[in-house]
Nanobody
Framework: QVQLVESGGGLVQPGGSLRLSCEAS????????MGWYRQASGKERELVAR??????NYADSVKGRFTISRDNAKRTVYLQMNSLKSEDTGVYYC?????????WGQGTQVTVSS
């Protein structure tokens, strides 16, 4: 059983920053890929960033503004979001790939608005 618990969402003004956290528990290892998707109202869920044991990947729309990292000792993945824009608004979901299956967190709302 794998559980993911997200935190760190909220309301921020354009140009501001937020850091999302996702803590994992259960039968996992530091080699399990993890990442973040987001879903804006009325749109499909899209990949924002992912991290494996050796690399990171980002959506073009967030490159240079978002940074994904992980602390294996804390079983936590982070998403540092800087220079936020209104189009970054949405529900952010953490995921982890374990033995071919995907596990999801409950989602955390990020709203970028003045």
């Amino acid at each position: 059983q794998v559980q993911l618990v997200e935190s760190g969402g909220g309301l921020v003004q354009p140009g501001g920053s937020l850091r999302l956290s996702c803590e994992a528990s259960g039968s996992i290892s530091s080699f399990n890929p993890m990442g973040w998707y987001r879903q804006a109202s009325g749109k499909e869920r899209e990949l924002v960033a992912r991290i494996t044991s050796g690399s990171t990947n980002y959506a073009d729309s967030v490159k240079g503004r978002f940074t994904i990292s992980r602390d294996n000792a804390k079983r936590t993945v982070y998403l540092q979001m800087n220079s936020l824009k209104s189009e970054d608004t949405g529900v952010y979901y953490c995921y982890m790939s374990v033995r071919g299956g995907l596990y999801w967190g409950q989602g955390t709302q990020v709203t970028v608005s003045s």
